[in-house]
């Protein structure tokens, strides 16, 4: 089965309002495993993202693009600026998060190449990302989860609407790998 049909409301889009160049969400292919490689190969980003990427190569990289095309339970992205792919971002865990919330709600998260930050790409990709969800994906409530030491992704959030709902602890495996002291969870409503 391909992705389209396991992702029935899945499509992919040009993303409007960005000035700097043709950015698109498009379908993950193996295609782009190079390109992720190098965002993965990133130890800060790892960090940033509560990953740890300290053992990443084409092959596992090729391996995480095929879960993904093979996972139904999350809308996955890549961000193509004039034709490159230059970042991800997903909407996930929604089973467990719309069991927890009562009504359709998914984890989002994100990542965007180094040299491609503070650009006004992420911001004006999440924004889309969000009419989707709440417009065509049926979504009432997306949550988002970064660490306490990403200030940069906080602010982010809290500059979009998203809501501070707390704190969550580090997984045991990831006090070894990470120097956050804990999660930061945020959510935001349709409408």
Same mark, same amino acid.
């Given at each position: 089965?391909?992705?389209?049909?396991?992702?029935?409301?899945?499509?992919?889009?040009?993303?409007?309002?960005?000035?700097?160049?043709?950015?698109?969400?498009?379908?993950?292919?193996?295609?782009?495993?190079?390109?992720?490689?190098?965002?993965?190969?990133?130890?800060?980003? =790892?960090?940033?993202?509560?990953?740890?990427?300290? +053992?990443?190569?084409?092959?596992? /990289? $090729?391996?995480?693009?095929?879960? #993904? !095309?093979?996972?139904?339970?999350?809308?996955?992205?890549?961000?193509?600026?004039?034709?490159?792919?230059?970042?991800?971002?997903?909407?996930?865990?929604?089973?467990?998060?719309?069991?927890?919330?009562?009504?359709?709600?998914?984890?989002?998260?994100?990542?965007?190449?180094?040299?491609?930050?503070?650009? =006004?790409?992420?911001?004006?990709?999440?924004?889309? +990302?969000?009419?989707?969800?709440? /417009? $065509?994906?049926?979504?009432?409530? #997306? !949550?988002?989860?970064?660490?306490?030491?990403?200030?940069?992704?906080?602010?982010?959030?809290?500059?979009?609407?998203?809501?501070?709902?707390?704190?969550?602890?580090?997984?045991?495996?990831?006090?070894?790998?990470?120097?956050?002291?804990?999660?930061?969870?945020?959510?935001?409503?349709?409408?």
């Amino acid at each position: 089965m391909d992705y389209a049909q396991s992702h029935p409301l899945f499509r992919e889009f040009p993303v409007s309002g960005f000035l700097g160049g043709s950015l698109k969400l498009i379908q993950h292919d193996l295609k782009f495993a190079s390109d992720s490689l190098s965002w993965v190969s990133d130890p800060e980003l =790892g960090k940033q993202m509560g990953a740890d990427f300290s +053992v990443v190569s084409i092959k596992t /990289e $090729e391996d995480r693009i095929f879960e #993904i !095309l093979a996972n139904s339970d999350e809308y996955h992205w890549v961000i193509s600026l004039d034709g490159k792919a230059v970042g991800s971002i997903f909407i996930g865990s929604i089973a467990d998060e719309t069991k927890k919330a009562g009504v359709r709600a998914g984890m989002m998260s994100y990542l965007l190449a180094k040299d491609c930050r503070r650009k =006004g790409i992420m911001t004006t990709v999440v924004q889309e +990302v969000l009419r989707w969800a709440f /417009e $065509e994906g049926g979504f009432e409530v #997306i !949550l988002s989860r970064v660490l306490d030491t990403n200030a940069a992704s906080i602010g982010f959030l809290k500059k979009i609407g998203f809501i501070d709902d707390g704190t969550e602890s580090l997984a045991a495996d990831e006090k070894s790998y990470l120097d956050a002291k804990e999660w930061r969870r945020f959510y935001l409503r349709r409408g």
